[in-house]
DNA sequence: CTAATATGCAACTGATATGTTGCATATCTC
DNA sequence: GAGATATGCAACATATCAGTTGCATATTAG
């Protein structure tokens, strides 16, 4: 589940998307557009792969879709950046305790 | 920078390895292959893209090269997204003063 | 010196990513 | 209804990735 989430976040142009999209609260395909480097179809492309790993969630109104930055997605990847911190801390602990031991 | 990061972690050998190191300490690639599912050359390809990461430093001692976890990468990576968390708190923080307003 | 061990390098295959283009569909505006 | 707008779908080229295999190199152990 983080690996998609970490392989959206692995592409500047989607780096930059997010960020806009939190900046600037929900917006369409064609805003996110002005300001980015890429085609129509490269962004919807990018956006869809946001939206699959969770970090965008998108609203049809009438003929155009509404996309819009999801925070919750991102606590999922810090948990999981703070499950490896706690793997590495416990481990420098028993160290530790080991040393003080001798 | 963090897109590399990101680009590391979006593979579940990768992320497995890197468990791996944060739990078990310095370790040469061949005992990092017992237990995840890899072949040697596999194993060090995602090695070296965890080290270009940043995500793992390596020390060559004698004939073999012993790899270690690096946390100071993961700092990062939580920083781009505390960045990320900060502009949607202020945007929110800009609608409610809005709201306030009227 | 010889064996075994730990690793590197290079080539190859199949799969996936990225970006582009052309055409089709749905909705709004006038 | 006609034209403009917002988007979808599909095909394609190029690049990169993942995983495998075979051979070469360097270090250690006997």
Redesign the pocket.
């Known amino acids: 589940m983080t690996t998609q989430i970490f392989f959206a976040l692995s592409?500047p142009?989607r780096q930059e998307i997010l960020l806009r999209l939190a900046r600037g609260g929900p917006q369409?395909?064609?805003t996110l557009l002005k300001g980015i480097g890429?085609?129509?179809?490269?962004a919807?492309?990018?956006l869809s792969?946001l939206e699959e790993a969770g970090l965008v969630k998108s609203e049809k109104r009438?003929?155009?879709?509404i996309r819009e930055f999801n925070p919750e997605a991102v606590t999922l990847a810090q948990q999981w950046f703070a499950d490896l911190e706690h793997a590495w801390d416990s481990r420098l602990d028993r160290l530790r305790q080991q040393y003080e031991q001798e």
């Open positions: 592409d142009h369409t395909t064609l890429a085609t129509r179809q490269g919807t492309r990018h792969i009438g003929r155009e879709i």
